[in-house]
């Protein structure tokens, strides 16, 4: 059975992936950004932190990551995009803002399958 | 940052992203594995100045100073182009790759794209300046 960070990496990677499809969907129709995508986006980064905890166990136990530095290059990078992106559109509701969603949506999915190979 | 919308929003968004996975990785691979292929990691580390200067370029040129957008993209341009087919030609330089090996195969070929996108923005966005005028 898959560890727990495992799971929820299955879990973040579903997610993300779900966010970018809808948040593109939202910029081809050329509507405006509606808050629930917001709060989807900070759900993610929710399941982003509980995965970056979950995945702190590997640093201190005995099975240590191949490359610990590219490791906590990723774990870090996982939650740090999201904030990011979410600042660099703050008070931009057009729908150019929901395409910088989907472009920092499909990011995490990458990061995250590239920290589960790297763990 | 300007909060005026638009296409460039979103290439601002790939030029961060890019910016720090090449530094990141550039880092990486030069302080942990340095004699593996120096060439290639050297040249992933420009790749990362390259992206943080393109970000500035385009920032800059969506706010109507497209002149260091219309050199910088164009240096993007030559440098994917270069280092890529370097990486098919001479591939005793690359013993491991760089950001930009084969164009940009390992990220999807985005490396390829990034400044043909950023170029024809950036035409849009010297009409719409005269325009303005």
Known sequence: MPSVSTQITYIVVGYAVLVAVLALVIALRR??????L????????????????????????????DSTSTYVGYLIASICVLPIAMKSIEGDRAVWSSAVVAVAALAIGVIAVRLEMTA | MSTRSGPHKVLLAFYALFTLAAGARALVQLTTQYDEAPVAYWLSLAAAVTYALGWYAIREASAGRTGF?????????????????????????????????????????????????????????????????
């Open chain 1, 31 to 36: 509507r405006e950004r509606p808050r629930w």
């Open chain 1, 38 to 65: 917001d709060q989807m986006v900070w759900m993610l980064e929710l399941l982003l932190i509980v995965r970056a905890l979950a995945g702190l166990g590997p640093l201190v136990g005995d099975d240590e990551p």
């Open chain 2, 69 to 133: 957008a219309s050199v910088m993209l164009w240096i993007e341009l030559a440098g994917v182009l270069t280092v890529g087919t370097l990486s098919i030609a001479v591939e005793r330089w690359f013993p491991d790759a760089s950001v930009w090996s084969d164009y940009g195969i390992g990220y999807g070929f985005v490396p390829a794209v990034l400044p043909i996108a950023g170029l024809l923005w950036l035409r849009r966005q010297k009409q719409d300046t005269r325009t303005n005028l």
